[in-house]
């Protein structure tokens, strides 16, 4: 009699076997399904100062992409950033998203922005980020 193979959780954890816990960190190489009633809630810390390409630059690089990517799914979004993207790009110019040793695509910049080609961000201090993050979720779950 042939055994069937062990079931293999969602994400890499025990989790899977808590459901009353939820994970600190999950693996994952694709972007989520979003469906007609997903509420995305998106946040990133760095401010214009501290926003430089080479360095924290890379959170407002993937904050980008996915806000490109995921512009008008899901039922609603809420992007909050501690610099206003229009400075970001007078500063550092066009943000680019990937491995910067291959072919790299443009997640922010002038064009995209009078365009727009992004949902709007709503922009807060960092000092007050983590509040109104935790503000959002909670104002969701009702």
């Known amino acids: 009699m042939a055994t069937l193979p062990e079931k293999q959780p969602l ?16 693996v994952s190489s694709t972007v989520p399904c979003i469906f007609d009633n ?20 890379w959170f407002i690089s993937d904050f980008y992409a996915f806000n490109y990517l995921l512009k008008g799914l899901g039922m609603h979004q809420t992007w909050i950033t501690a610099a206003d993207p229009r400075k970001l790009v ?3 110019g066009a943000y680019l998203h990937s491995n910067p040793y291959e072919d ?35 104002g969701r779950q009702n």
């Open 90 to 92: 007078e500063k550092y």
């Open 104 to 138: 790299r695509k443009v997640c922010l910049d002038k064009d995209m922005l009078d365009q727009q080609q992004i949902t709007p961000v709503t922009i807060v201090r960092s000092g007050e980020m983590i509040d109104r993050v935790l503000s959002e979720a909670n």
């Open 38 to 57: 997903t509420v995305i809630l998106a946040a990133t810390h760095p401010t214009v100062s501290t926003a430089d390409p080479s360095d924290d630059g």
């Open 11 to 26: 994400a890499k954890s025990g989790y899977a076997r808590m459901p009353d816990r939820l994970p600190s960190t999950f």
